[in-house]
């Protein structure tokens, strides 16, 4: 993929001079408004947008995985990441933009224009594709860096850099695949490019239930797993991207459901406590809790449960399919799924909060904010 690239002095000087730039937040609403009915004339103002933020965000990253502490930077998956990343830089950077076309009327833009946004398109898809293992690979440089230093646990400067860099990996795949989506999928009266702007969360929970008890049976070779209680109203609608929901309930009913069927044990399959899901709308945020009876988490033990590469399961390794994207992970992952589902929720706005009663079980709260204004929180 990028095995031998190297980052030539004159790359370098390109990345520093990006990076002095500040990021340019973007909120759901804007990207609803401005993606509706889109012509060839908005998608180029949109691939324009994306000529000038994409390099500056990846230039920040590069210049930080290049900089971090305790001799992280030095690690061999931490270096190709950073390759990886400047790879997709100077590819955006060399890309010719079509400015000219800037002032033609909305119904007569050449084919140029078309032909235009569709390599610009191809090249952002060859990107997208070639970060999908960034998660993992970064858990996999943690790894390497925690055994050469013998720690049992990163400090609070990795964490908030884990944090600052996943957060804005999510802005990255969300103005690609938005941008993507627009130039790609058929028009679709809910749809504005990846954002649903009447996401059905009844559905989107539903279908989360179903994937998570099926990842659960398989893994505990169980013929039923314990029951999952739905109270939501069915006709309850905002716009959100559906992905980033079904992804931060799927790891938190898998938690919920380990725990559950961890404490009473696999031979009670027709005595489990049902797991309570409930969807309620305020003014501000929709909030959507999940109740659990799986002996709760100790005191002590709740300050850990954001950090990465905490994980309750035996094994200190990453999978062999360590390669697969974001959300692949079996039963348990390596530590990843609440970190990363609460920077899920606080992209539009949200967040995500745990309450445990140690000796009965856990309730997670995940609020989302219905109003769609919110700005990306970027480091």
Known sequence: MSAGFRISPALWDKIHHFASFPQNCVSLQQMVRFGQNPSPGTLLKASHFLSDELPVRLAHRVKELDELPHNLSAMPSIKKVKNWYAQSFEELITFPVDRKHYSCTNDAWPPEVKDYNKRFTKMLEHIKSR???????VAQGVLEWKRSQNARQIGLDIQAWLDRFYMSRIGIRFLIGQHVALNTQQAH????????????????VQEAIENARFVCEEHYAMFKGPPVQLICPR?????????????????LLKNSLRAVVERFGVDKEDHFPPIKVIVVEGKEDITIKISDE????????????????YTTMESQGLDQNFQASDFKAPMAGFGYGLPLSRLYARYFGGDLRLIS?????????????RLSSSREPLP
């Open 235 to 251: 006709d309850l609608t905002f716009a959100y991207v559906p992905g980033h929901l079904s992804h931060i309930c799927f790891e």
């Open 131 to 137: 970060h999908d293992p960034t998660v993992t690979t």
């Open 357 to 369: 009663m140690d000796g009965f079980g856990t309730d997670v709260y995940i609020h989302l904010n």
């Open 189 to 204: 009266e809910d749809y504005v490019g990846i954002i649903c702007t009447k996401a059905n969360i009844h559905d989107i």
């Open 294 to 309: 799986g002996g709760g988490i100790p005191r002590s033990a709740i300050p850990l449960i954001w950090t990465y590469m």
